[in-house]
């Protein structure tokens, strides 16, 4: 399966932006849709956003919207996270995401906008400070 690997995260104060990116290993137009994860120390992974990779529709956690943009270079296999705004409370270990085929067996799964996500980056650590 597609292999991921998620950049651009660091630290930042409260207001600022940062913008990841997460460069697969082939072409992602078979997994339908992709994501972009979260999870804080203490709590569950959390979606924060998704993109169909073929049309380019997308769908935002009520957290981030407005504040954060998914997009995608498909010529280039990277998907983007541009984050605005970002607040402490955005602080987080930031995950990378496609949908598992129906078939695949995977360690974790999370669902969101009525796809199964189960292959993940390793992650980029993210922190706002006040």
Request: with cysteine.
């Amino acid at each position: 399966h597609v292999q991921l690997v998620e950049s651009g995260g660091g630290s930042v104060q409260a207001g600022g932006s940062l913008r990841l990116s997460c460069a697969a290993s082939a072409s992602t137009s078979s997994t339908y849709c992709m994501g972009w994860f979260r999870q804080a120390p203490g709590k569950e992974r959390e979606a924060a956003a998704a993109i169909y990779t073929s049309g380019g529709n997308t769908k935002y956690a009520d957290s981030v919207e407005g504040r954060f943009t998914i997009s995608q270079d498909n010529a280039k296999n990277t998907m983007y996270l541009q984050m605005t705004s970002l607040k402490p409370e955005d602080t987080a270990v930031y995950y990378c995401a496609a949908r598992a085929p129906p078939n695949m067996e995977v360690r974790e799964t999370r669902d969101f906008w009525g796809f199964r996500f189960g292959i993940w980056g390793q992650g980029t650590q993210v922190t706002v400070s006040s």
